[in-house]
């Protein structure tokens, strides 16, 4: 439902025309329900994750490709990110006090891709890239860097499909089922990109300055 944050009883929703990672997420779901007469099955959706860890640099490519400088241009949209540590612990608690056979929403802060990368940038006296795209520029400005990094075999997308699919066809959630029933926590958003911040750095995924480190703001 877009006039509201999505809960686990609105169904299944579609798939978005051309979203290999929608589609891949669906299946995934189907494979498990299409198991729950031969296996105690629980299904638990974390959103977008955040924090330390992170060595593929998934969905914290927000912050990563902003402090190095490899994020040049952004799309907007509606998005949820929770810290990885509070999503495993949810994870850990389902073992226990789930219900076999439900579906857990587990979310954390909802707002906005933009709104994220200006509390980054205001956070580590960062500049937000001054170029915005809108969705179809973003799609295929993804769709040329990652065919970019295929031809050359190396690289990292400046801007990857699956996140412009996160951000463009992305929802705000409730995740009060899993407050409720796995005792969800979610930690301060400022807490999560800090301590991911100093992870990326202290392991090489961003350079500090030389002679000092990156200033953070309250």
């Not at 040049?72 to 219900?99: P, Q």
């Not at 056979?101 to 709104?115: D, F, K, P, S, V």
């Not at 006296?125 to 969705?135: F, M």
């Amino acid at each position: 439902a877009q006039d509201r944050p999505a809960r686990e009883s609105d169904g299944e929703a579609a798939v978005p025309p051309g979203s290999t990672y929608f589609a891949v997420k669906l299946a995934l779901e189907r494979a498990l329900r299409a198991e729950q007469g031969g296996l105690e099955v629980m299904l638990l959706c974390p959103t977008g994750l955040l924090g330390p860890f992170d060595y593929k640099v998934g969905t914290g490519f927000f912050l990563v490709g902003l402090a190095s400088g490899h994020l040049r241009a952004w799309v907007d949209g509606r998005i949820n990110m929770i810290d990885v540590r509070d999503a495993a612990a949810a994870h850990l608690r389902a073992a226990t006090a789930g219900r076999p056979g439900q579906r857990y929403i587990l979310g954390g802060h909802n707002l906005t891709a933009g709104e994220l990368l200006g509390r980054i940038a205001a956070l580590f006296d960062l500049r937000l890239p001054d170029r915005r795209l809108s969705p179809a520029e973003a799609e295929a400005l993804a769709a040329t860097e990652e065919a970019r990094c295929l031809a050359e075999r190396r690289g990292r997308p400046a801007l990857s499909r699956e996140i412009v699919d996160t951000i463009v066809h992305g929802q705000h959630v409730d995740a009060g089922r899993a407050r409720d029933e796995l005792g969800l926590r979610i930690r301060p958003l400022d807490e999560t990109l800090r301590d991911a911040f100093h992870w990326y750095r202290d392991n090489g995924y961003i350079a500090a300055p030389r002679g000092t480190e990156h200033a953070e703001h309250r």
